[in-house]
């Protein structure tokens, strides 16, 4: 499949050519490139820096979680849910299904090696990606060498947690939802949930379950859709409807069902946004909540929903309406961002920017590239942003989830597939430039 040239350069750095595609992440949207992949006998290495498959879904993600959409726009290429799979399957289901999906297709990622940098080399035309070892005491460092780069490290490698004034100051736990398993351990205590997307409402939901008393911070607006629509997926209905009616009118009969099924969110304390949840998904890439019994909730006084924060004390919140709450702890579900820009180095222009990394704020050399913008996704929008140049290519960054990952994924193989028959061709005729490139090494 690859080869180990076995050499190491000056600093110790081990050298690996890769005989085809090198792909950036092994979840869902790099499983499913490499088994399209597969199917072609296209060789490739996947790198991955955690010790498993989908360590987002296995490491990152809380007990309760279910697929909000069903099944049939999850499941990746050339392998179906089971059919005992209920409509909506739990993490344990859809991880489960991954596991086997990467055994079926004989995918075998590099584990806990992270990618520091990747860069296109203009003299060899070829891609170096250097990764360090995240397992053990001695940093091990090794240089993958290749002609194509697949980039599928998800809109999600990171949790965002933002600044806010006396937060170091709080006492109590803070954590980001990517670490929130269960509630279980907040059984009577008061929570803040700062923010109200997907992650916030369920994390609320879930310490409502397990007797805590949460408070959630909405401090914008956002809508709110039922998960289901008189027994279809809402998800599945827009999909219909936009067959026919333009965006802003399935917005528009969207919102009215949604009155009618949830009421007024307003009158909750959650104001919907002036452009409907699709126009606002497809221009801000903001993801509507699809409720799965929050709201409910919200009803009864079992979840409190309190406006913006101002600052924290060693003890308790002050809010932007004068209020102030005594809390317990503080769980941050306040959203990913991609880390693209932190290693790809394609950069025509480099410009200083901040970013917020395991809660600590740092600046740093933050590179946008000519494909991918300062945001870590591509600047082309959908449903062309998934072909750069020299090789790039990117899964899964069309913020249309698994779905999107899995149409990504068919496109790159496909394309790969077209470049390496091409190739092929050429290197029976003649000995490749890259040859002679890295026997200099
Ligand atoms: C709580 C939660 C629930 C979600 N639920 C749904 C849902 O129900 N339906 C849906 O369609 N979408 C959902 N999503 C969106 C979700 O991101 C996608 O479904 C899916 O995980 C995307 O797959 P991916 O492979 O693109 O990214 P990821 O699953 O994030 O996988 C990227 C992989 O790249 C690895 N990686 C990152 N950086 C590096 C690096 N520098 N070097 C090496 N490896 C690296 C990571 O460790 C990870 O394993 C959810 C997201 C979250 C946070
Ligand atoms: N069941 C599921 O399938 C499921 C579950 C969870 C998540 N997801 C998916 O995972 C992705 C991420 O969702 P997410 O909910 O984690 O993130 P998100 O949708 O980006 O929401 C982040 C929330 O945090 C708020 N926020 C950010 N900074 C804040 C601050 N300083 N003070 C107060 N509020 C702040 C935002 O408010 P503003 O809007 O005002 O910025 C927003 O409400 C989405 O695609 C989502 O659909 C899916």
């Given at each position: ?339 693209v820009p932190?290693?790809l ?24 590239t000519?494909f991918f913008a300062?945001?870590g996704?591509p ?63």
């Amino acid at each position: 499949m690859f080869s180990f040239s076995g050499q190491t350069d000056f600093g110790g750095r081990r050298c690996v050519w890769v005989n085809g595609p090198v792909i950036v992440g092994a979840g869902p949207s790099g499983l499913a490139v490499s088994a399209c992949l597969k199917e072609q006998g296209i060789p490739f290495v996947v790198i991955e820096r955690s010790d498993c498959i989908a360590s987002l879904w296995q490491k990152h993600t809380y007990d309760r979680l279910k697929l909000h959409l069903p099944k049939k726009f999850c499941q990746l290429p050339k392998q179906p849910f089971p059919e005992e799979y209920p409509e909506y399957p739990t993490k344990k289901q859809f991880i489960s299904y991954l596991e086997n999906y990467a055994q079926k297709f004989d995918i075998k990622p590099q584990f806990n090696e992270c990618v520091q940098s990747a860069k296109y080399d203009e003299a060899c035309h070829l891609w170096r990606v250097i990764t360090v070892s995240t397992t053990g005491l001695v940093r091990l460092e090794t240089e993958y060498i290749c002609q194509m780069l697949v980039v599928a490290t998800g809109e999600n490698a990171e949790g965002v947690v933002p600044e806010i004034e006396g937060l170091k100051e709080f006492s109590g736990e803070v954590i980001h939802a990517k670490h929130y398993k269960s509630g279980e351990k907040h059984k009577g205590k008061k929570v803040l949930v700062v923010g109200c997307g997907n992650s916030g409402m369920e994390v609320s939901l879930d310490l409502s379950n397990h007797n805590a008393k949460p408070a959630m911070v909405v401090r914008s607006s956002v809508h709110v859709l039922p998960r289901e629509i008189f027994g279809k997926s809402t998800f599945d209905l827009a999909m219909m409807l936009m067959k026919w009616l333009p965006l802003w009118l399935v917005d528009k009969l969207l919102l009215i069902l949604a009155w009618f099924i949830l009421g007024s969110t307003q009158k909750l304390g959650i104001k919907r946004p002036s452009l409907g949840p699709l126009q606002l998904k497809n221009h801000h890439g903001k993801t509507p909540v699809l409720d799965i019994g929050a709201l409910e909730r919200i009803r009864s006084g079992d979840i409190t929903v309190v406006p913006g924060i101002k600052r924290f004390n060693s003890n308790s919140v002050e809010l932007v309406n004068g209020d102030t709450l005594n809390i317990d702890s503080v769980v941050l579900a306040t959203g990913y961002c991609s880390n693209v820009p932190y290693w790809l180095q394609v950069s025509k222009k480099d410009s200083i920017s901040a970013l917020f990394f395991g809660g600590k704020s740092k600046l740093n050399l933050f590179s946008e590239t000519e494909f991918f913008a300062k945001n870590g996704f591509p600047k082309t929008p959908f449903p062309n942003g998934w072909k750069g140049k020299c090789g790039l290519y990117a899964a899964g960054f069309t913020r249309r989830g698994l779905a999107g990952a899995s149409a990504d994924a068919m496109k790159i193989s496909q394309d790969i597939g077209k470049v390496w028959k091409e190739e092929l061709n050429q290197k029976k005729q003649k000995v490749p430039t890259h040859r002679r490139c890295i026997s200099t090494f």
